[in-house]
């Protein structure tokens, strides 16, 4: 993979530091992220690994005192230089959050919401997109007959798959998921996953994860943090059979973290 | 004494005291009723309230209070045109958008709004908006709708942008993040989610605003002029009804039908502004239930 990543690489950080006011939450920081590839990103609580995934997308901007040093690199266009927009920035790289978070408004209304702030105005236009949108995210099945109904009555996983869908809708070429299944039942988290699989041939998905399990099975390259910093980086595979690192073995065999 | 019996004894306590408000409160409503239903042996209830002619002291006398309930919804509309853009719009403001110095003052200052005694905004009115309406507008009198709906709404703006705040600041951090996240600006994260989501609280606070306008007493005693009459333009007088009653109960004669009349406007006062706390727990309550999700 290292031989090819100029032509698949699609954001990369470069000797990234953020600090939270005087507090310092990623040191040097220098990542490179793969095209239409799941990476995981793990470590223990505080480790940063969050505050790496809400800086790919300029979230953390909304946190007063949030201040970050050093580039981001988005196919090529540095994120954090002045000129950028960041409502631009966001239209293009989505997220979802740990909690399902839906607007109190109709499904319908839920998935539209980006398009319409981007100007799709056209009804039929904004029926397709979100018939798109909604089979991408296999929930067309199950609410195609409720799309006027409040979000909030959904269930909490159909709720995330609703949210996956909303992200969607703005065509992005990034999803950033941050802990997309941690207040999920087994069963939905599994669905969840088959869907980050079937995502990945269309779209470049980054995950922080709790779950080393689930590093494991849905991710190809692996990182893993620990107090602000990227301890190793490597294949998934290679990170839970052999990792480089003894600190990451340690973490990955459940000796600490 | 054991701890169990204290807590029973603290819990009767409690039950005593809570019931004393709720009976005193009950008291001066059956009051209100038993000094105000007598009317209604002179006059019939249409009459009243539809009546034209509120000519209490002449002989015969007249009961309408009809001019009197138009002044007083009048100047309650009007001072709502005013209060309703400031408090919503200053709440919206304080509660997303201004650096937190700037917040803090603007908090003090509507503290220091609602503190203020409506007589001395009564002064204000007299004094200063007056006389400036009078000259501007070239009017025999100063003391008018326009007025009086303006001192109302300073009283009603801390009302508003108080409560509106409260809806604003309970709307949950993740639809803003949300919002953003799918590349929205902060105002249309304003505009499409924070007020929708936080609209039943708005709606409540607006409600309570009027109902603060439509009972205040002292402020348009001495800024609505007093005329009992229908207005046929802004820069009429009015005599709002707790105008009426304040100035007149001095000068009614114990249970006369004057003062019967009274205390019957002040049971039409009152049910106004039960109807509008009801509207107003309705609204907050019915949204709660839903999640205010048909927005």
């Known amino acids: ?257 | 004494m054991t701890r169990h019996q204290k807590e029973i004894i603290i819990k009767n306590v409690f039950f005593v005291f809570s019931l004393i408000s709720i009976f005193i409160l009950g008291l001066i409503v059956v009051f209100l009723f038993r000094e105000g239903i007598p009317l209604f042996r002179e006059v019939s209830l249409r009459d009243f309230i539809f009546g034209m002619e509120w000519y209490p002291t002449y002989s015969p006398p007249s009961y309408g209070i009809w001019p009197l309930i138009v002044g007083s919804l009048i100047v309650t509309i009007f001072s709502s045109l005013i209060a309703v853009p400031l408090g919503v719009l200053s709440a919206v403001y304080i509660s997303e958008i201004a650096p937190p110095a700037m917040k803090e003052v603007l908090k003090a200052i509507i503290e220091l709004l609602a503190g203020l005694p409506s007589v001395v905004l009564g002064f204000f009115g007299m004094v200063i908006i007056a006389p400036w309406l009078q000259e501007t507008f070239d009017l025999p009198t100063g003391l008018n709708i326009v007025n009086a709906s303006v001192i109302l709404a300073i009283m009603a703006v801390p009302t508003i942008s108080s409560i509106s705040e409260d809806a604003l600041y309970a709307v949950p951090n993740e639809f803003k993040e949300a919002s953003y996240a799918l590349g929205a600006t902060k105002f249309e994260t304003i505009a499409r989610i924070i007020i929708p989501a936080a609209l039943s609280g708005i709606s409540t606070a607006i409600i309570l605003g009027m109902a603060r306008a439509i009972g205040e007493t002292m402020v348009v005693l001495m800024v609505a002029g007093g005329a009992a009459a229908i207005p046929e333009s802004i820069f009429d007088s009015v005599r709002p009804m707790p105008a009426s009653i304040a100035a007149e109960m001095g000068e009614a004669p114990f249970r006369s039908g004057h003062y019967h009349a009274l205390f019957a406007t002040g049971i039409v006062l009152f049910l106004m502004t039960l109807a509008f706390n009801l509207i107003a727990d309705y609204i907050s309550q019915k949204f709660k239930e839903v999640g205010s999700a048909t927005l």
């Open chain 1, 1 to 257: 993979m290292e031989n090819d990543h100029f032509d698949t690489e699609i954001i990369k950080t470069k000797n990234v530091n953020f600090y939270y006011g005087a507090f310092k939450a990623l040191t040097d920081i220098t990542m490179n992220f793969e095209k239409r590839n799941v990476t995981a990103l793990i470590g223990p609580s505080g480790c940063g690994k969050s505050t790496l995934l809400r800086l790919l997308n300029r979230m953390n901007d909304l946190i007063a005192g949030a201040r970050v040093e050093g580039e981001v690199l988005f196919e090529g266009m540095n994120i954090y230089d002045p000129e950028v927009d960041p409502v631009e920035v966001r239209r293009r790289i989505g997220m979802v959050f740990q909690k399902p978070n839906p607007f109190p408004k109709s499904i319908f209304n839920n998935i539209t919401y980006g398009p319409r702030l981007t100007g799709t105005a056209n009804k039929s236009d904004l029926e397709a997109l979100a018939e798109q949108s909604l089979k991408q995210a296999v929930l067309w099945d199950e609410v195609k007959d409720i799309l006027g109904r409040s979000a909030m009555t959904l269930s909490g996983g159909q709720q995330q798959r609703l949210c996956i869908a909303r992200a969607l809708a703005m065509k992005p070429d990034i999803l950033l998921m941050d802990e997309p299944t941690s207040a999920l039942d087994p069963i939905s988290t599994a669905k969840i996953e088959e869907l980050i699989d079937e995502l990945k041939k269309t779209y470049t998905i980054i995950i922080v994860t709790h779950n080393m399990q689930q590093a494991a099975r849905i991710s190809d390259k692996t990182g893993f943090f620990y107090i602000g910093k990227l301890i190793e980086y490597n294949a998934t595979e290679k990170i839970f059979t052999n990792p480089d690192v003894k600190q990451t073995e340690d973490y990955i065999t459940g000796r600490f973290g």
